[in-house]
Every structure is written in C-alpha cells, then in structure tokens.
C-alpha cells in the first residue's frame, strides 16, 4: 500500500508560481506511475501531469502545458509538480495520485491511491 501526502499549495497571484510535493511512503514507489489531478467547486476532476515511473515520459493537460512541470525522484519516494505562470483558473484542490504498474494514464479512476489534496489560490 501506498500512502501520499501534499504540500505545496497555497495563496498567489496571477503570474506567480507554486511548487507542490508529493511525499508517498513505502518501499516500492518506482513501481508506480504517478499524476497530479485537480477539482475546482462544483467541477469535476480534471487530470493536470503525469509520469511514468522512471519519470522518462510526462504528460499534461492541455490547459498546464508549457506552464506546469511534473518530475519525480524514486530516491525519495516524492513527485513534483512545478507551476508557472498561474492564472485564477488554476485554483483548485490539487491532488497526487499512484498507479501501480502499467503506463501513465489520464483517467482518475486508473488509479489505486490518492492524497487529501492541497488548496491553491490564484488571486487576479
């Protein structure tokens, strides 16, 4: 099993970067894939990053792409994600998740394991 926690979130403004941390437990994190999804109020969750878990491929949403950066570091058993150029419509719960085995995946439900999610605000 695999336990994630978030940090990183927080208040910026519009222009700003923030970034977040996924800390997983456990002794296994390279055999996991790993992403980043977010839910505003009233949305839906919507998938942001992913990597695989040698962190050679990623992949984005269209609406973070050259904006947000995911990397991992299977040493550390942690995930970034890297956000610049942040606008209102960026602020959500951003969450971290784990896929064991297989590819990356774009799709909430193909994913074993989930953090309690971290709050960021872009002020305009």
């Known amino acids: 099993q695999v336990q994630l926690v978030e940090s990183g979130g927080g208040l910026v403004q519009a222009g700003g970067s923030l970034r977040l941390t996924c800390a997983a437990s456990?002794?296994?994190?390279?055999?996991?894939?790993m992403g980043w999804f977010r839910q505003a109020p009233g949305k839906e969750r919507e998938f942001v990053a992913a990597?695989?878990?040698?962190?050679?491929?990623?992949y984005y949403s269209d609406s973070v792409k050259g904006r947000f950066t995911i990397s991992r570091d299977n040493a550390k058993n942690t995930v970034w994600l890297q956000m610049n150029s942040l606008k209102p419509e960026d602020t959500s719960v951003y969450y971290c998740?784990?896929?064991?085995?297989?590819?990356?995946?774009?799709?909430?439900?193909?994913?074993?394991?989930w953090g309690q999610g971290t709050q960021v605000t872009v002020s305009s």
């Open positions: 990597i695989n878990w040698s962190g050679g491929n990623t």
């Open positions: 998740a784990a896929r064991r085995g297989g590819p990356v995946a774009r799709k909430g439900d193909s994913y074993d394991y």
């Open positions: 456990g002794r296994t994190f390279s055999n996991y894939a």
